[in-house]
């Protein structure tokens, strides 16, 4: 029987490593495709985080179906008294320490390598800093291009002042570090590109600097990830990575136009007849006016 257990727990474990890994790896692809290199840690760790729970998982789980196949009771009748058992107790304390140890010595290596690539935020109070650039290419530091994000209920507008424009839509050159400085003119808003892999909450009254580097051309989603008010599912914007030709040539395009007032649909909902005849009592905040931008 004993000879029996090894060879049962040895296949266990082997299929436990097995199918941890396995769905560990495939963890990769039930995010959104990555879009900017601070998303390669994030993936990593997601992954981590993954195959370290499915072996917590499996890991439980064989302890419980081996215990109701072969330690099943035969009467109903009172087990003896148990008072403790210091081994055990030992073990199922010493192991939750162990893993929690290593989940966060993983995710400090994590947050501190996103800190050399420059995504993590500087809030700017009373203090002035010299900003930083993230290190990109072969090992040369370029200077990041500043935009400044501005939100509000319930719109974005970014403004580029290298050519003094505004637009609704984010566009940001492919493989070269970016600097946006963002600003909330009402609430706590939250800037948020699932693609990115980050996140910033926005704070009224303060400006907040975020870096980070796109790394792959295409159209994404910037969405407001704090609820902000009545029209917040409408709060999102379109953020296209750009090659640098294609970069530069929009915004030589854009600072051409004149500026008009930006459509926004927070208030083209909230000025139309509500559905039902009957309306609540409840106070509904008006949207903001739309930003003036060079469409």
Known sequence: MRTFNIVLLSIWVGVIIFASHTIGQQAYDW??????????????????????????????????????????ARDTSDAPAIRGNLKLEITWTVIPILLVTWIAIYSYNIYQRMNTLGALPLAHLHFVEAPAYAEVGNNNMQRAEQIEVIAKQWSWSFHYPSRNITSTELHLPVNQPVRLMLQS??????????????????????????????????????????????????????????????????????????????????????????????????HTVPPAQPPLINK
Do not use: C
């Open 31 to 72: 995010l959104p495709i990555a879009a900017a290199a601070e998303a390669e840690p994030v993936g990593h760790l997601f992954s981590f985080l993954v195959t370290l729970g499915t072996i917590v998982f499996l890991g439980v789980m064989g302890v419980l179906v081996y215990s109701v196949l072969f330690y099943r």
């Open 185 to 282: 003119e009402d609430v706590v808003h939250g800037f948020y590109v699932p693609n990115f892999r980050i996140k910033q909450d926005i704070i009224p009254n303060q400006t907040i600097e975020f870096k980070f580097t796109p790394s792959r051309i295409g159209q994404y989603q910037l969405h407001d990830s704090q609820f902000s008010g009545t029209y917040f599912a409408l709060m999102e914007a379109s953020v296209y990575v750009d090659a640098p030709e294609r970069y530069s040539q929009w915004l030589a395009e854009t600072a051409t136009r004149p500026p008009v007032p930006a459509a926004n649909p927070a208030k083209s909902e909230h000025i139309q007849p509500p559905a039902m005849p009957l309306r609540s009592n409840w």
